[in-house]
């Protein structure tokens, strides 16, 4: 089974999923892009594990080199180009010695590029050569160096739109998403969420040595709740009430405050939503009941209900009460 692969080849990843489960025809994918030297595009909302699925990725790969990873949004626009290409000495005021990008880093491993959709226009331009040639030149430097790393990116914005609204290259887009893994937020894949308590409360008795267990109706609050954060929201609820609280247990109390009102809220609307068809299926019902008992007197019937003729007459239409 691919979710045993998985576990055999990479120790390490924090990601667990149910088999036969939508993650696991995610890590069918994983397992055939993995030994490819193709760019990899990674898609999906923040705290879904678009870094975890990257390592196992590159651990897959089995490429020699090492697994270099950045988020480009957190560079400087005006430094992004000496970030990944590297610049040689006097290229610029203050550039005393030459040195190594990020590309050039990532020799024979693999580069991963979280948020592309946050670079420049210019950057693109820069990165689509290296990408379709495998070769860059320095800041200041005319020559030419083969690049080695295999490309991986990932996003949570839609690039298709981003291109739509001219702030991401379609060609940059065409060459980055050949293999493409989307990863489904944690409310559309709730059947991992029993696993991944599990697999977090494991991690907690390894780090802490603290042995704690989930109550029922934790389980049951974590099952309704969307998870706006996703993965990593999870991850941190648990962590955070596990050095916080000195139980064996965690109870519907310990839940954080921010938490529980979020729950509250969601837990409210889908309440108000299910009284308020509740609501007009015994309206309709009362209706059709009062219309019948006054035998299509709407006179009557509209004094008894206490609305008016017109009021009762929109009602007869908008439930096809036939009279």
């Given amino acids: ?157 839609n690039l298709e739109i981003e291109i739509k609204e001219g702030r991401f290259r379609q060609d940059l887009y065409y060459r980055i998403s050949a293999f493409h893994i989307h990863i489904p937020a944690l409310r559309e894949r709730k059947e991992d969420i029993p696993l991944l308590v599990d697999h977090f409360l494991w991690m907690l008795k390894q780090q802490y040595n603290k042995k704690l267990k989930v109550h029922p109706e934790v389980l049951n609050q974590f099952l309704e709740y969307n998870w706006p954060g996703n993965v990593r929201e999870l991850e941190n609820t648990i962590h955070r009430i596990a050095v916080t609280k000195n139980k064996d247990i965690i109870t519907v109390e310990d839940l954080p405050e921010e938490f529980k009102q979020k729950f509250d809220i969601d837990y409210k609307i889908q309440e108000y939503n299910k009284k308020k068809q509740e609501l007009l299926e015994y309206e309709k019902d009362l209706i059709k009941d009062i219309v019948s008992y006054y035998q299509g007197n709407l006179y009557k019937a509209s004094k008894k209900l206490n609305i008016s003729r017109g009021a009762i007459q929109y009602k007869l239409k908008k439930y096809n009460i036939k009279i």
């Fill in 1 to 157: 089974m691919v979710y045993n692969r998985i576990k055999d080849a990479f120790i390490g990843a924090t990601f667990v999923f149910t088999p036969n489960g939508k993650m696991s025809k995610i890590f069918e994918l994983v397992e055939k892009y993995a030994p490819l030297s193709n760019p990899i595009l990674i898609t999906g909302e923040t705290g879904t594990g678009k870094e975890q699925i990257v390592k196992i990725i590159h651990a897959l790969s089995k490429r020699p080199g090492k697994l270099i990873s950045v988020n480009l949004s957190a560079i400087p626009t005006e430094l992004i180009e000496n970030e990944l290409f590297g610049h040689v000495k006097g290229a610029f005021t203050g550039a005393d010695t030459t040195t190594e990008g990020l590309i050039e880093k990532a020799e024979y491993g693999s580069l991963f590029l979280d948020e592309i959709g946050e670079i420049s226009l210019q950057h693109q331009i820069k990165l689509l050569r290296v990408i379709q040639d495998n070769e860059f030149e320095k800041i200041g430097s005319n020559k030419t160096i083969k690049s080695t790393a295999r490309f991986i990116f990932a996003t949570s914005k």
